[in-house]
């Protein structure tokens, strides 16, 4: 708002407990007006504020905003905080209108370059003043076409969509207009500010930024132990909170007040052993409000649950302790991975089991104890199960696939066998355990970058622990109509202490994190380095995408594997004739030239729970309905196997792959348990296609498999690649330079419907050997018979070759 020509406030920040930022529509002149108006501001009505220091001109305003006025020019620079999004090795350009925005990398004049700014060097693009128009978006690109946008807390953001933002380039607001105040005496929390101008506007004062600072290294949760129980919870807005416990018996609560500590957090002890009981919390926000309309909020440091709802169960600190387990995962080159439903897995299981049972971690725990288990018959070493946290859930039988999570350190209420007493904690104890004992190793899938419709935190403070724009609605990009705030200090905490307590209660072996982009950069290097030192072999896998970014070639520099869903969409288009084999070669290199920054670091999949079923993208029949596949469905199957268990990378799958299980053509399957339960009797219909894939998984994990298990970068002479002339057609060897003795493999494989010959050069193809081909292991490697002549291979219509140097 511009009131005459006199400055405006247009956003007011408390940044501590004595600083209050001041953000105008326009820079300070030196003018009367101006000074008269900087002298005339009180807070609250009555008490003065002093200015404080000098407005934020120069590189502290690029560091905030994205631009900054320098002489005659405007020099454009992504701030820190926004540039973790790109990979530090990318070329970065000045994407607006005037540089065609997405087409802004394919022109050197809108490159940001190395500046020599006032003695200091920095990266930027600088731009005459008086080129520019008066005001427009603008966003940074790379070379790679990764987007660099503003966070929702840089002042000049400027929301499209509730999914799209940009920086907003103001010529009149340079750094000028951004003021700081100082209190004359500290606030406290639940102090409500506003702050009055000489021009009678009236401004609140936003406590976010102060807030979402404040750390407490408290224990939180419900704590019984010994003769007493103590409860904790971080509240910082709160102007008073309190417990009400209760017992399944007796539903009348008791209520205790809790007190306030320095840091934000409540707090009361009772000299009572409370395991059992059931509690909520309650909070008022002003000093005049009703108890009676306050919501009963489920503790978010709740260790079980009775439903998704609540309430929190309290449970004695016995009960966290972890089950004897010598178990070691895997090394990460090692592994592969199948990614499974616990339900999907239990609703069709051919073995005795009740209808509860088939909805319970103890269902599945006796499903894994039998030695006919899919899992431990297709010979696979890691399980990465959907998600089990605490999830929206109308009733137990609901099916869910889990992504809406309602508290993160209680298993899911749904799946345990006794879940008003607590029971999945032991419940989902035992199932880690009898998955250890069958030598797999167990990967969550976790839900951080968004919370449920069940409003637990948003009812503790929904302006910390969630995103919002400039308009103070919540942003969305993780389409579940949320984002959780991971700038907001005790938002990680609450993060970082969830993960380390399912390290140190159940023993799991790693964590998938779900749309990791939204969780920034830099909270992910913190998580890794936490998670390494509670856990030195804990395998982090990143979905490197949301709605609002991705970063996987980012990523690439932190220790995560990562989801490559570039590889899932190549192989899909490449076994249906669309590919090329540049790309084949990429790809079954470990995309390691350009994505992949260590061998096993591409989490390598073409399908997974999302969308439709493998068989359903590549099936000749009408409607993407692969129930009844064809021949081609079968081979094209089978060829998969082979390209994702000959890739470098870490192999996925989806259970059911392996046995052309369908969805019939459906997509997005979260709440449609009847499509997503494995069909067993597939295991029969489709023997031959699950046996190659057992094959390969065997050959993968063998003495000549740690060809393709690497642990470190080869040089670029450990591939030699084979290109077919016809079409995509192509070979690979490895070990072509012998790096690791003499023994060599080659991969060769014909996505098309007739035949491709591939010209091996001055390599003699007819000394090799061939261990399998798009049908079958041989038990004994065979001669090349009709196929080769000489240096040719000639490869029939939807075929390969696994070979042996001899």
Known sequence: MVIGDQLSPKCTRLLNDDTLQVEYERDLVDSRSDVALLKRILLNGKFPLEFSEEPCN??????????????????????????????????LFLACPMSDWENANKFSKWQLRELSVDGQRMIGLKLRKNSLPEQFPFKFISSDGKWISPNDDTPNVQSVSNCLCNFLFTPSATGANILQYRLRAGIALDDRLSVEFSNSFSQPVNFTPWISSLHSGTKLGAIALGNSTTFRVFAPRATSARVAIFTKEKRCPEYYSLHPLVDGVWHTELQRCLHGYYYYYQFLFSKNGNWAEAPMVLDPYAKATVSSSGPGIILDVKNFAPLPDLFVAPAEKDLIIVEAHLRDLLAKAPMVLSARERMRFSGLEKYVKKRSCYLKKLGINCVELQPIHEFDCRSVGDYHWGYMPANWFSPASAYGKNSSKGSQVNDFKRLVASFHKAGIAVILDVVYNHFGDSGHLHNIDREYYFRHNKSGNLTNFSGCGNDFRTESSMARRLIMDSLEHFIRVYNVDGFRFDLAELLGMDFLDILQKK???????????????????????????????????EYREFVKNYLLGNGNSDGMRYFLCGSLDFRSKFPSQSVNYIASHDDRGWVDCITENPHNNGGAPTKNDCRRTRLSAAILMLSIGTPMMAAGQDFLFSKFGATNTYNRGDLNALNYKLLRVNHSTHRYFRKLIKFRLSKIGELLRLSEVPSKSYFQFFPSAENSACAILYNADNTFGGKRIIFAINPHLENSTIDFREFDIGRCRMLANEDNFFLFPKKLRGCASGNKLTLPPLSCRLLIVS
Do not use: M, T
Not at 532 to 547: M, N, T, Y
């Open 531 to 565: 998670l390494k030192s509670v856990k030195k072999s804990i395998i982090l896998i990143a979905e490197p995408w949301s709605f609002r970014g991705n970063i996987g070639v980012a990523i690439g520099r932190l220790p995560y594997l990562v989801w490559n869903d």
């Open 58 to 91: 120069g590189r502290s305003f690029g560091e905030l905003c994205g631009y900054f006025s320098h002489k005659s020019s405007i020099i454009f620079s992504p701030p820190p905080k926004c540039i973790s999004q790109c990979d530090k090795s990318a070329d």
